[in-house]
């Protein structure tokens, strides 16, 4: 699976927390939600989305996948992001 970020969600840094907004709806993103972010491009799959946070924080993989795809299911129901 190789999502990508909705088109007409905005993304801004104010007073350096990051945010995604769409329809008036404003979400805050943390460290790993950053990178998550960042990296739907609809090139890199959930598995490299995974293992560059694995390698970043020393945990497992496996744990972090499982992560990974909760956060973009979340994001996919908000229609925040595109499979």
Known sequence: MKPTRDIFVQYRVINGN???MKNYKVY??????????????????????????SNLYKVDQD??????????EELTKKELVEI
């Open 63 to 72: 744990v972090v996948l499982q992560d990974v795809e909760i956060f973009i």
């Open 18 to 20: 990051k945010y995604i």
């Open 28 to 53: 805050q993103l943390d460290e790993v939600g950053e990178i998550i972010w960042d990296s739907l491009d609809g090139q890199t799959t959930l598995g490299e989305i995974a293992e560059k946070i």
